[in-house]
């Protein structure tokens, strides 16, 4: 398979279809804006380490870790859906595609054991019932290095994740900034351990 440019009329199309395939999956009519894929990926560099993405649709938040110096092997990439799954395999042969529900990371071995320094999400959290967000967040950071740091956007006035969630798995969530350059805008929030938050303040 060919790999598609960033904010092609390719990309734009596959990602329309994977919408009305299943909206409340895909989550958008359109791939995440450049300025978008810029503020979720700002505290993003190559000395973080492996970064794990979830729902990575058509790439934009890859393209930009790896713009930022992320490295390409670092990366594993954890995709629901078999036609976005197969796009990245070919777009990003060195990183690690894995077509899965995100709630099973905990089944599968990353990056030769090393813990990863950042989840990077793209799920429609929004649209997930609350057992759904707890096993994703759950599975998730039983990946993270303790000062480790997940990130999620959403199309909300407020975070994505509940505070009963939050509450259960001993995380803080902190928004970091928003953009009208996206359609519709969006926000972005770190969630972290509340040890390391207490610790920072």
Known sequence: MTPVPPNSSAERLRFARAWLGSPLKV????????????????????????????????????????????DENDLALVEYGESFARALSSSFPKANTLCMDAAALDTVKLFDGRPAGAVVSGLPLLSMPKPQVEAILRAAFGKLAPTGAFYQFTYGPRCPVPRVVLDRLGLKAERIGGTFANIPPAAVYRLRRVELAACEQ
Do not use: D
């Open 27 to 70: 989550a958008a009519v359109a791939p995440s804006s450049r300025a978008l894929a810029r503020l979720m990926t700002s505290e993003i560099s190559a000395s973080t380490g492996p970064v794990i993405e979830l729902g990575p649709g058509t790439g934009p938040f890859t393209r930009a870790m790896l713009a930022r110096g992320v």
